[in-house]
């Protein structure tokens, strides 16, 4: 079973991130867009695991004692980075709690031989990938000129900076996601409340 760990985002920024799409998205066509009911803020990605080790994921997240986080969304940008841009996302200004929290699920999950991260938390909603190739968000070796998103780059620079809103998470989930042809199904596992 395919699992990650993440924050839902509210309905309002959701509807106000989906216009903006409806704007640009034919700006990057060979892209492979995000459906705009997947959008959620990845706190930890785990990967395949046996569905028996789910119950034991789930008790172990349950004794995360962790506040309410506030998260702006405003901007948006291109990974690695504007050259080889691979990956189209919106930007997340969140306060002191949303990082701890992300190093802390991170913590708990070691007792299931889920490796630790290697890199900062970087906190964003993914919008698109470039067409072809790797879709991951780092550099890689043998990184080049990526065109799929220079159409897109050069309409969002006439734009000013998008602001999409501000929420409060007061819980988090875990998903299972299931990959399709027509994009990755997720499904709320279980939510763990943040006080």
Same mark, same amino acid.
């Given at each position: 079973?395919?699992?990650?760990? @993440?924050?839902?985002?509210? !309905?309002?920024? $959701?509807?106000?991130?989906?216009?903006?799409?409806?704007?640009?998205?034919?700006? @990057?066509?060979?892209? $492979?867009?995000?459906?705009?009911?997947?959008?959620?803020?990845?706190?930890?990605?785990?990967? /395949?695991?046996?569905?028996? !080790?789910? /119950?034991?994921?789930?008790? %172990?997240?349950?004794?995360? =004692? &962790?506040? %309410?986080?506030?998260?702006?969304?405003?901007?948006?940008?291109?990974?690695?980075?504007?050259?080889? &841009? $691979?990956?189209?996302?919106?930007?997340? !200004? #969140?306060?002191? +709690?949303?990082?701890?929290? %992300?190093?802390?699920?991170?913590?708990?999950?070691? #007792?299931?031989?889920?490796?630790? =991260? !290697?890199?900062?938390?970087? @906190?964003?909603?993914?919008?698109?990938? *470039? *067409? *072809?190739?790797?879709?991951?968000? $780092? +550099?890689?070796?043998?990184?080049?000129?990526?065109?799929?998103?220079?159409?897109?780059? /050069?309409?969002?620079?006439?734009?000013? @900076?998008?602001?999409?809103?501000?929420?409060? %998470?007061?819980?988090?989930?875990?998903?299972?996601?299931?990959?399709?042809?027509?994009?990755?199904?997720?499904?709320?596992? #279980?939510?763990?409340?943040?006080?």
């Amino acid at each position: 079973m395919r699992l990650f760990v @993440a924050l839902d985002i509210d !309905e309002a920024i $959701r509807v106000r991130i989906a216009r903006f799409l409806d704007g640009v998205r034919g700006f @990057a066509p060979e892209a $492979r867009w995000v459906r705009i009911e997947s959008l959620h803020v990845t706190l930890k990605f785990i990967g /395949e695991r046996p569905e028996e !080790e789910v /119950e034991k994921i789930k008790q %172990a997240l349950e004794t995360i =004692e &962790a506040g %309410a986080v506030e998260l702006k969304f405003r901007g948006y940008g291109f990974f690695p980075g504007a050259r080889t &841009a $691979r990956v189209f996302w919106v930007g997340i !200004e #969140a306060g002191a +709690k949303l990082t701890p929290l %992300a190093a802390t699920v991170d913590e708990k999950l070691v #007792a299931f031989d889920i490796p630790k =991260e !290697e890199h900062t938390f970087n @906190a964003h909603l993914t919008l698109a990938r *470039g *067409g *072809g190739g790797s879709g991951s968000p $780092r +550099k890689q070796k043998g990184d080049g000129p990526n065109h799929s998103f220079h159409h897109l780059q /050069e309409k969002l620079a006439a734009l000013p @900076a998008a602001e999409f809103g501000t929420m409060t %998470a007061h819980e988090f989930f875990l998903y299972r996601s299931q990959l399709s042809p027509g994009g990755s199904k997720y499904t709320k596992l #279980a939510g763990f409340g943040l006080r």
